[in-house]
C-alpha cells in the first residue's frame, strides 16, 4: 500500500509562527523524509466558509498568502501537491453520500466540535456546513488515501471520526476506503505557541499573532513588546520561566548554535534560563536575543517569500496543475465510491441486465 499524507490549513489569514512550528516545519521534514508516495497540501477555503460564508472576499484574498507561506517555508511543488479544496467537487459528492453513516448525536458528542462551536460563540445558531466539519474532513482525507495526517492532539477526535466512517462505509458496501493514522508533531513541547500577548491562542482577530511575512522591522518590534513575567519588576528580581512567552519561543525557535552567536557568556539555553530564574538578567536582554534568534529563523523564509512574489504566475500555476492532480486522484476514488454503494449506473450494465428478458 502507498503511504499517503493529507494535510493543510484554512485559509483565513496570513500564517504565523505558530503554524510554523506546530505544522509546516513538520510537513517540511516529512516532504523531505522520503518516506511517503504522494503528499497532498489542501488550501481548505471550503471549509473556511462554513463560519465565513457572508465574508467570500476574506477567504479568496488569502489563497495566495497561504500558497506563499507554504512556498517560503519550504514546501516544494515537485515533492507535494498544492490544491484549493473548493476546486475538488468529488469532496463535496463524499460528504454528501458519508452523511448517511454518521448520527447528529455522535457529531455533537465530537470534542474538537464541541470546542469549536463555544470557541465561536454558535450556540443554536450553528452552520449546518460547519456542524458537518468532521464528515467534510473525512471525505478531504479519504479521497486521496491518506494513510497517515499530521494534526495536534486537539484535532485527534476528527480522526477517529474519520476513521469510524471509513469502517461503517466498508462494512455496509465492502472494503473500498482506506483507513488513516494520526501523525503527531515530534517535538511535543511546541505544540501551541501563544500569542505575543501571553494569551493562550495566537490569532489575526486577537492582534497577537508574528507572521512569516513580517518584516525585520515589525518582528522586532512585536517582540520587544513581548508579555513576559509580570512579576519580574526588575533586573535583579527572580523571574518566572514556566509560561513565559518569551522563553516558549526560545524553547521552540533556539538552536545551540545561537546561544553560542548571540549570547556567548552562557553556554546553554539552560543557563540562561537558570540565570533568569536567580535573577540578574533583564527582560530586555532577553528579547534582544529572541529577536536575533528569531531573525535568524525567520530571514531566510522571508527571502524565498519575496522572491516567490515576483513570480506570482507560476504560484497560480503551481496551485491550478497541483487542483488538477488532486480532482484526478479524487476521481477514482470517487469512482469506486460510486461502484460499491452500486450507484455506477452509466459503467455498469448490471442495471440493464437485471431488466433484460
Known amino acids: 500500500m502507498k503511504k499517503v499524507i493529507l494535510t493543510g490549513d ?6 504565523h509562527v505558530g503554524h510554523l512550528v506546530g505544522s509546516l516545519r513538520e510537513r517540511v521534514k516529512l516532504q523531505e523524509s522520503g518516506d511517503f508516495d504522494e503528499i497532498y497540501i489542501m488550501i481548505a477555503d471550503a471549509q473556511a466558509l462554513t463560519d465565513n460564508a457572508e465574508h467570500p472576499e476574506k477567504v479568496r484574498s488569502n489563497i495566495m498568502q497561504v500558497a506563499l507561506d507554504y512556498l517560503a517555508a519550504g514546501l ?19 460528504s454528501f453520500y458519508y452523511m448517511n453513516l454518521v448520527t447528529v448525536s455522535r457529531l455533537q458528542r465530537n470534542p474538537t466540535v464541541k470546542a469549536e462551536i463555544q470557541m465561536r460563540n454558535f450556540e443554536a445558531s450553528i452552520p449546518v456546513g460547519f456542524f458537518c466539519y468532521p464528515i467534510s474532513q473525512a471525505a478531504d482525507i479519504t479521497a ?12 485527534l477526535p476528527m480522526i477517529e471520526q474519520c476513521r469510524e466512517i471509513v469502517h461503517k462505509f466498508n462494512a455496509t458496501y465492502g472494503e473500498t476506503l482506506t483507513e488513516p493514522d494520526a501523525v503527531l508533531p515530534s517535538n511535543k513541547a511546541c505544540l501551541r505557541l501563544p500569542g505575543i500577548d501571553g494569551k493562550a491562542k495566537m490569532s489575526k482577530s486577537l492582534g497577537n499573532c508574528i507572521y512569516l511575512a513580517d518584516s525585520s522591522e515589525d518582528l522586532r ?22 509560561g513565559n512567552p518569551v522563553f516558549l519561543y526560545l524553547d521552540a525557535f533556539c538552536r545551540p548554535e545561537y546561544v553560542q552567536e548571540f549570547m556567548p557568556d552562557y553556554a546553554s539555553l539552560d ?24 531573525q535568524a529563523e525567520l ?3 522571508r527571502e524565498r517569500r519575496a522572491e516567490w512574489e515576483k513570480r506570482i504566475d507560476d504560484v497560480y500555476d503551481i ?17 469506486d465510491v460510486r461502484a460499491s454503494m452500486q450507484i455506477d449506473y452509466f459503467t455498469d450494465r448490471k442495471l440493464i441486465d437485471m431488466y433484460r428478458v
Open 271 to 294: 543557563e540562561v534560563k537558570a540565570h533568569y530564574q536567580r535573577g540578574g538578567l533583564g527582560d530586555v536582554k532577553v528579547k534582544k536575543f529572541l529577536n536575533s534568534v528569531m
Open 144 to 155: 486521496f488515501r491518506a494513510t497517515h495526517v499530521p494534526v495536534g492532539e486537539d484535532q
Open 10 to 15: 484554512r485559509p483565513t489569514g496570513r500564517l
Open 319 to 335: 496551485l491550478k496543475s497541483g487542483s488538477e492532480k488532486a480532482e484526478k486522484t479524487a476521481r477514482a476514488v470517487l469512482d
Open 221 to 242: 518590534k512585536k517582540i520587544m513588546s513581548m508579555y513576559t513575567d509580570p512579576n519580574h519588576l526588575r533586573v535583579e528580581d527572580p523571574g518566572q520561566v514556566e
Open 299 to 301: 530571514g531566510p523564509i
Open 76 to 94: 516544494d511543488p515537485a515533492k507535494s501537491t498544492i490544491f484549493i479544496q473548493s476546486m475538488i467537487p468529488e469532496l463535496t459528492e463524499l
